[in-house]
């Protein structure tokens, strides 16, 4: 199979200002600012090294991005949302939360951004590619239709699916959110559509507060369309497979989507700072073989993964790493470093009592989907 990869250095670029942690500061508050961001540029940049010197980045398909249209944002965004952060990244400042800065710039960035995921989802529905993996950054599934939130300026992953319906004539399409905070942004985008199935599996009660708890499944027609999995922290390898193979899987296949696409955080892996899962990169692997099963039965394999949050300068790569092998087949011969075989080891990684009682009560919901 051949597996796409799309990256572009002005991703790098984008400027989130300087922090306290994720948290916005200045020296005349009680915030000490640090000199850098949570997020920033370091994990991704860290991702894409690791998989050109183990020789993988060059047996991938290049693919480029382009920047997203204004007619293609606002199928999420009113008009006048795009205008704002237009005007906001003329200068640079806060955004609408105390997590997020628009940074000098960081307009075009975020168009580059969202149009890279749709540009990742043409390549596989034109057959250039079987499946992908798109690196982009700003991330986008906390972004709601009019507030910048979470790190996120344009909803990514929604631009992207609502182009494969409007462009391409889908009829059907998943998204799967494994990033540890919940996809808010994406959730709210299709509450009330039951042709986008929206699926989060976070940590419970991470960020946003209140929010991704199994109750909110959809409202009107898009009744039993989204589906919520807030696993307890410390949930590990075995409550993740455990979630795909009893929640995940069977609600694609009850769906049957024409497309999935993987909104890929890396911040529940076991060193992430901003969260306190206990996920490894073997783990990730799994879930990725998982996602490609399906995609093969349901969809012909129609595979997209767009990047989300990651913190953990260490551990991200080795995630990643992990995924594209998945996706492409091939095996380099990065294997057991530590940074492999330790998060792997550590203990209460089986699936625990408590984790199954939650995922139990998420796959009673499956059912509903028509």
Request: charged letters at 20%; one cysteine or more.
């Amino acid at each position: 199979m051949s597996t796409g990869f799309l990256f572009h250095e002005r991703y790098m670029w984008h400027n989130t200002g300087r922090a306290s942690g994720p948290f916005l500061s200045d020296a005349s508050g009680w915030l000490e600012p640090d000199w850098r961001h949570t997020e920033n540029s370091d994990t991704k940049r860290r991702f894409r090294n690791l998989l050109d010197v183990s020789g993988l980045l060059d047996q991938l398909v290049r693919v480029d991005p382009r920047p997203a249209t204004l007619e293609e944002i606002t199928r999420i965004h009113p008009e006048s949302y795009v205008e704002r952060i237009r005007r906001l990244s003329e200068h640079g400042g806060p955004g609408d939360d105390p997590t997020t800065y628009i940074g000098k710039g960081s307009y075009e960035v975020a168009l580059l951004s969202a149009g890279g995921v749709i540009e990742a989802v043409d390549a596989v529905l034109d057959g250039r590619v079987d499946n992908i993996y798109a690196l982009v950054r700003p991330c986008g599934h906390h972004a709601l239709a009019e507030v910048a939130m979470g790190f996120c300026i344009f909803g990514n992953a929604a631009i992207a699916a609502r182009h494969a319906q409007v462009v391409r004539g889908l009829s059907r399409v998943a998204i799967v959110d494994w990033d540890v905070h919940h996809g808010n942004g994406t959730q709210a985008a299709f509450y009330d559509d039951p042709s986008v199935l929206t699926i989060s599996i976070h940590q419970d009660n991470c960020f946003p507060p209140g929010s991704g708890t199994v109750e909110e499944t959809g409202e009107g027609p898009g009744e039993g369309y989204n589906i919520n999995i807030p696993l307890p922290p410390g949930s590990g390898d075995g409550a993740y497979v455990a979630a795909f193979e009893r929640v995940v899987v069977p609600a694609l296949e009850r769906f049957g989507p024409e497309l999935i696409i993987i909104a890929s955080g890396l911040d529940a892996s076991a060193m992430d700072p901003l969260g306190r899962m206990m996920v490894s990169a073997d783990g990730y692997g799994r879930m990725t073989r998982l996602m490609l099963d399906a995609a093969g039965r349901l969809c012909g394999g129609r595979l997209v993964l767009e990047h989300e949050g990651g913190y953990s300068a260490e551990l991200v790569p080795f995630c990643g790493l992990q995924i594209m092998e998945e996706l492409s087949g091939i095996r380099t011969e990065v294997r057991d470093t530590i940074l492999q075989v330790f998060p792997a080891g550590m203990g209460q990684q089986e699936l625990q009592p408590h984790q199954e009682a939650l995922i139990g009560r998420v796959a009673a919901l499956v059912p509903s989907i028509a």
